[in-house]
């Protein structure tokens, strides 16, 4: 994880103390408002010459933060800078982006203090710089005036979206001091709404993205939140949006969805588990897939239960099928099930190998992995199977499987997903097999 500079020598108390003692009080006060003392790498602005900069990360990253101190540094350094300043709504431009607590009126050093005029919606610099308020609710009002810089906050929340983006853009007419052409930060949390989507898809072009997680700007907030968060949403749709920073989109014509993943998902299995099966997509070659490995149980409300994804990578046959075997052992499985298309019986005989005692049972794929996936995709819809806890790599593959045979998720196979259909036929569409009680 990348530090401040502040962060980097506040870890050795000796040298943060003598560095302090060597400065002036007027030194020090200057220092602590410095923002590339103490700005982490990705608080500060990219290199380069581009004309948006979308910063696109978790709650509590420091956003706001960043997007103050950029319009701070814009203010300070040219009195013609002319800065729109666009939230969501104007109330929240004014309550976040102005008053709030990262906001331009707290960072803002007593010597460059903005006037601040909220009846007009303005902040004016001592050297003549100024920044006006917008709502995006109110796209309509970004006609008219024109701007040299912009930053816009939390935009996959805008009500006006696309059109309050548009108007903001064709208002960026004006050059700065330098010469330099106009230039918008846009600070958000991510969400696929459209207007995020395609700036995304323009990175590397006129649009630098810079992506970050909560837990980057752990040094400052309160103790304990980042662990509290992980523990409460890790892995989770939530967490990874939210907390994680990702861009997590729907794929249409998907067996799953996000939402309906979420639905389906529990902190814990009730009772006991009648049935516990480890299913298997055993990679074709060595090096190549992963080696699917899910764990699943039948609990005695007569719900499927998906405990465990135990899948490996870049594992020769050995190696995999010890990590079944573990897999078996751990969570008291009654039976192995595993996809014997590609090689055989050889898949029974390495399994057997790793333990001599695993209950393998063979399968044989006559249809192709979407087809075998959609009556288990029904079970969810019904709400006859649950997640106990979140399974990040598996859930996107599931969400990649689309009706009608193609995938298009992450990897080359959907191994994973694979294995959980067969763990689900086994426990949900097969026949009903020995039955043995296991606790959690």
């Not at 996809?339 to 001599?356: C, D, F, I």
């Not at 399968?363 to 288990?376: L, Q």
Request: proline share 6%; net charge neutral.
């Amino acid at each position: 994880m990348e530090r401040s500079d502040r962060e980097w020598l506040g870890a050795d108390a000796a040298l943060w103390a003598r560095l302090r003692e060597g400065l002036t009080p007027a030194a020090a006060e200057r220092l602590a408002r410095e923002w590339r003392f103490l700005a982490r790498p990705a608080q500060l602005p990219p290199e380069g010459d581009w004309r948006i900069w979308l910063m696109m990360a978790g709650r509590g990253f420091g956003k706001t933060r960043a997007g103050a101190e950029w319009v701070r540094g814009i203010a300070e350094a040219d009195p013609a800078a002319r800065i729109a300043l666009v939230g969501a709504t104007l109330g929240e431009a004014r309550s976040v982006m102005v008053e709030g607590e990262s906001g331009l009126l707290r960072i803002a050093p007593w010597w460059a203090r903005p006037d601040y005029a909220p009846a007009l919606r303005r902040l004016r610099w001592p050297n003549g710089a100024e920044a006006r308020l917008f709502g995006a609710a109110e796209p309509e009002s970004l006609r008219g005036p024109q701007f040299s810089h912009g930053w816009a906050d939390e935009i996959a929340k805008w009500a006006g979206g696309e059109a309050a983006w548009h108007n903001l853009m064709m208002a960026l007419r004006l050059s700065s001091q330098t010469g330099c052409a106009p230039r918008v930060l846009a600070t958000t949390t991510p969400r696929p709404v459209p207007l995020v989507r395609a700036l995304v898809a323009r990175d590397g072009d006129d649009v630098v993205v810079t992506r970050g997680r909560t837990a980057d700007n752990d040094a400052n907030l309160a103790p304990g939140f980042v662990a509290a968060m992980a523990a409460s949403y890790g892995g989770t749709r939530l967490g990874r949006q939210e907390l994680d920073g990702e861009l997590i989109e729907e794929v249409e014509g998907a067996l799953w969805t996000r939402d309906l993943i979420e639905r389906c998902r529990v902190a814990h299995v009730p009772g006991a588990l009648a049935r516990v099966v480890v299913a298997v997509d055993p990679p074709a070659s060595a090096g190549g897939d992963a080696c699917g490995i899910v764990v699943a149980g039948l609990g005695g409300d007569g719900r499927g239960y998906v405990i465990a994804d135990a899948s490996v990578e870049g594992q020769r046959p050995e190696g995999w099928a010890r990590a079944v075997a573990a897999a078996a052992m751990v969570h008291g499985a009654d039976r192995v099930v595993a996809e014997a298309n590609n090689g055989g019986q050889m898949v029974e005989s390495v399994l057997r190998a790793a333990e001599a005692a695993l209950p393998v049972k063979l399968v044989h794929a006559s249809r192709g992995k979407a087809a075998r996936a959609e009556p288990v995709a029904a079970l969810y819809e019904v709400g006859r199977v649950a997640h106990r806890g979140a399974f990040p790599a598996l859930e996107d593959q599931m969400c990649g499987l689309l009706a009608g045979g193609t995938y298009v998720g992450p990897g080359r196979s959907p191994d994973r997903a694979d294995a959980l259909v067969w763990a689900m036929s086994e426990l949900m569409l097969g026949r009903a097999g020995e039955v043995r009680v296991r606790g959690m």
